[in-house]
């Protein structure tokens, strides 16, 4: 579905050439001339993106700007402010009337403006969907980042990690302990993907003590055993001394029952994903890699694998 940008500018020879512009770039462009008919559009039609000129009759850009960002019905779209002023105290106004972006209309080629608008949105998104706790993207741009790669028909990885022991750890420690451990995990792995994965590997969030990396499938498993060693090394700093001595501690597992359990640690099951063979969803490969993470778990845990580990303890009647 393309992306609908609302353009309010009462100059129409310019509301026509950006309008072409975007258009020949795939946006769904609705465009008003007159500022006041522009606030009830940003509402009725709720679009991705506000691309606002400031000099206006009747009201300007700064107080249309305002007035979307003070409404609830439309404060959540980013508005971009289309200006001729290069002043960094006009900025300023603007951004603090709740404007997201600027762009200076001698500055910039209007062939660039399409991407230049798919940048923030983009950026918009991500920051929607971040996670408050680490900062990584959330559940709605790693849906999006395995859809898009499934697109381009290569060979990939998506590999969900798994923080164990982490609720009995929690229930003892307490929240903001069990936020410092999820923290470390998220420190890991992007260390984890620095030194062992590739450029382009992608970590996500997707909440409480759950992660994701989409990326190459050929570093993928490098990057998830340097992952699980190095939250082996590090989880004993988390513990008091006398849990320290005895590797673990007394806790309760999601029947209620007493039990021991050893220090934090993570557990990653990878899926590989050919798209040309077969064809998959986000949900259905997040299905797959629950089958593995299970079978990891039964292991143990505090590990890595794929499919390889169903198949392995099938042939040897575990499975």
Request: net charge positive; hydrophobic share 35%.
């Amino acid at each position: 579905m393309a992306e609908k940008i609302l353009l309010i500018d009462d100059e129409i020879n310019n509301l026509k050439v950006l309008q072409a512009r975007l258009k020949a770039n795939h946006f769904d462009v609705v465009t008003c001339d007159d500022p006041l008919k522009g606030l009830e559009l940003a509402s009725s039609i709720e679009p991705d993106l506000i691309l606002l000129d400031v000099n206006m009759p009747k009201m300007n850009g700064l107080e249309v700007c305002q007035k979307i960002k003070n409404s609830y019905a439309t404060a959540h779209i980013p508005v971009v402010l289309l200006t001729c002023m290069d002043d960094i105290g006009y900025k300023l106004r603007g951004f603090d009337g709740g404007a997201d972006d600027y762009l200076v209309k001698d500055e910039i080629d209007y062939r660039e403006i399409p991407a230049r608008l798919r940048s923030i949105l983009r950026r918009m998104r991500s920051s929607r969907s971040a996670n408050p706790l680490t900062g990584l993207p959330g559940n709605e741009e790693i849906i999006r980042t395995i859809t898009e790669t499934i697109k381009t028909g290569k060979l990939f990885s998506v590999a969900y990690v798994d923080i164990d022991n982490f609720k009995p750890y929690n229930d003892r420690y307490g929240f903001s302990k069990g936020d410092q451990v999820i923290l470390l995990v998220a420190k890991v792995l992007r260390e984890a993907i620095q030194q062992k994965g590739s450029p382009n590997d992608f970590l996500g969030h997707i909440g409480g003590d759950d992660f994701v990396v989409v990326g190459n499938p050929y570093t993928m498993r490098k990057m998830a055993e340097y992952a699980v060693r190095k939250v082996k090394e590090s989880a004993p700093k988390f513990y008091d001394p006398e849990d320290r001595k005895r590797n673990g501690i007394q806790g309760l597992d999601r029947h209620g029952t007493k039990r021991f359990f050893p220090f934090f640690a993570i557990t990653v099951a990878i899926v590989d994903i050919d798209p040309k063979r077969s064809p998959v969803t986000p949900d259905q490969i997040a299905n797959i890699a629950s089958k593995i993470k299970k079978h990891l778990k039964n292991s143990g845990g505090n590990t890595f694998g794929g499919y390889e580990i169903i198949l392995n303890q099938k042939k040897a009647g575990v499975a």
